[in-house]
Structures are given as C-alpha cells and as structure tokens.
C-alpha cells in the first residue's frame, strides 16, 4: 500500500513539474507568486532639436558619467559664447572703475598743476611789486587790485589742478562699483545657466546601468522632454510578490524571502521594502493555483544575493519564507 501511496505521490510530483508548479521541500507551498519589475530612468533633453549624435547602445551597459545622446547644440553654444563675452566684459568695466586714470591723463593734469603753479608764482610776485609801488606812489591803486585779482585767480586755478590730481588717483563712487559688481554677478549667472542648458543638451548616464531601449536615431526630431535613452540600474530591479491575506502574517518590512524562478541559481534572497496597505484581487497575469480570486496584499522587495547580472523583468518568480527555503526544480 505504501509502495501504492508513494506512486502517487511521485506521479503527482511529476505532473507538478511539468505544468511549472513549484515544490518545497516537505510539499510547503509557496509563500507568494510574483514577478520581477524595473525601474527605469528615461533620459531626455529640456528642449526640441535634432538628435546630433547617440553614443548609447542597446542592450550594452554604460557607466556613470558616460555620454549617452547629444541634441543640436550650435544655438546653445553661440548663446553660450555670447554670455562668456558679456561677463569678460562687466568684469573688465568693473576693474576699470577700481581704479584711477590712466597715466597719460595722470601726466597731462601734472602738467596743469606746473603751469598753475608758475602762474601763482608770477601773480605772487607782481602783487608784491604793485603792493610797493603803490605804497611809495609811482603806481596806481587800478594796477594793485589788477594784481591781486591775478594773484586769487592763479591761487585758484592750482587749488583746482591739485584737486583734479586727486580725483584721478581715486576709483569710483561706490554707489558705482556696486552697480558694477550687481553687473557681474548677473552676468555670471546668466553664463551659469547657458551652461547648464548646453550640458543638459547632452546628457550624461546618472549611474552605471544597462541601456534597455533607445528611442530615436540620428537625425530625427526629437521633441521637447521626449526620452531618447532608457536606462535601468541593477539597483532598480525589484521584486513585485502578492502574498494572500492568510499568509501576509508571515511578511514584514525588512524581512528576508528565498526567491526561485525558472533556470536560476539556488540560493537567491531578497528583502521586504514595502508592502500595500490595501487588499487587492490577484491581477490576471499571476496564475496561481486555487488563489485568483483571493485578495492579496502587493509587496515589493530588493535582491540581497543574486546571480552575476540583475534578473529581466517580467520574469516569474515564486518566494518561500527564508526558513522554509525554495525547493523548485533541481532543488
């Protein structure tokens, strides 16, 4: 009889594997079916052009910092080359104004202040004769306030030359310099930002990741915020499970499940990331067995140890609590 039951047993175990139903050690059923999902990154440009160049291949991987596509970029250049002149030029206008004259116009109000100095000493010296003159009466009171009138004139125009020679060693106002700064600090961000628009012309990958598909060729129009690469990085491939509500006492947040899926390595693990607050109906692509119209709970996790590349979404996977262990085929 027992020899009878174990036939059983083994036919039953045949018609499992070869309708794909897993088997765990100890005939332990599944904890949950699942599938595995990517996260994608879609790498687009800020603004419509011509795709320039793609450097990106599909189904090649690429490493962080690598370029990926590049969109026409003569406008962006011309504008970016515009603004690099007009912030040479604000600085350029703000040194001027830091400093005095040149040393030419230096030297020609040196040469004022020597030809008022020469003047003053002339008119000193006429008000000192007419002074004389007048007080021993062979000169006119007319001709003494002549001279003193030269000599306050002379005074002047020294006190004016010295005073000019003064300015022209001092910098501007500094209501002016700080009009000059606020110039450039303007001009260095509008640089700043034509800058980041010519970089974001070209994208580079964020992190290393498999280029999974590319959208447009050389050559074509590639509108403005349209994806032109996606890119999925191992670190975003996830588990998508649906644990039936009698069995999510046994799925917690950090917790760790043993993963099958068909033609893997034994010994795959991942860890509990999220799990849905709300129930929800199995979704038709998860065929399991005497469970469809249950309600289960979504829950994602994260591959802890994993075979040498990250598995392809859309791949069927089956979970065991970490202490039962999986038991598939060839387990």
Not at 90 to 97: G, N, P, S, V
Not at 103 to 124: C, G
Not at 174 to 188: C, F, N
Not at 255 to 279: F, K, Y
Request: proline residues 8%; charged residues 20%; glycine residues 8%.
């Amino acid at each position: 009889m027992s020899g009878f039951l174990g036939s059983i047993l083994d036919g039953l175990a045949a018609i499992a594997l070869a309708i794909g139903l897993p088997i765990a050690a100890g005939g332990a059923p599944p904890l949950a079916h699942g599938y595995i999902e990517g996260e994608y990154l879609r790498i687009a440009a800020p603004s419509a052009g011509m795709l320039e160049s793609l450097s990106a291949v599909r189904g090649a991987q690429v490493a962080a910092g690598a370029p990926l596509f590049a969109i026409d970029r003569a406008t962006a250049r011309a504008e970016r080359d515009r603004l690099a002149a007009a912030l040479a030029q604000a600085r350029a206008q703000r040194a001027d104004l830091a400093t005095g004259k040149r040393a030419q116009e230096v030297a020609v109000l040196t040469a004022q202040k020597a030809r008022a100095e020469a003047a003053l000493r002339y008119s000193t010296a006429e008000l000192a004769r007419q002074q004389e003159l007048v007080a021993r009466k062979v000169s006119s009171p007319d001709k003494l306030d002549q001279a003193r009138a030269a000599f306050d004139r002379d005074r002047g125009q020294l006190a004016e030359a010295e005073a000019q020679l003064a300015v022209a060693a001092l910098p501007a106002r500094p209501e002016q310099l700080r009009a000059a700064d606020e110039a450039v600090t303007q001009a260095e961000a509008a640089l700043a930002q034509a800058e980041r628009r010519l970089a974001d012309l070209a994208p580079v990958a964020p992190v290393a990741a498999l280029v999974e598909d590319t959208m447009y060729n050389p050559g074509e129009w590639v509108p403005s915020g349209s994806p032109v690469v996606s890119l999925l990085p191992p670190e975003r491939v996830k588990l998508v499970l649906f644990v039936p509500e009698t069995a999510m006492a046994g799925v917690t947040p950090g917790g760790t499940l043993s993963v099958h899926c068909d033609g893997c390595p034994s010994g795959l693990s991942a860890r509990v990331t999220r799990i849905a607050s709300r129930a929800e109906y199995t979704p038709p692509v998860i065929y399991s067995v005497g469970s469809r119209e249950k309600l289960v709970f979504r829950v994602e996790a994260r591959m802890e140890t994993g075979p040498d590349r990250p598995l392809n979404p859309g791949l069927p996977v089956d979970v065991w609590p970490i202490d039962a262990g999986p038991a598939g085929p060839g387990q």
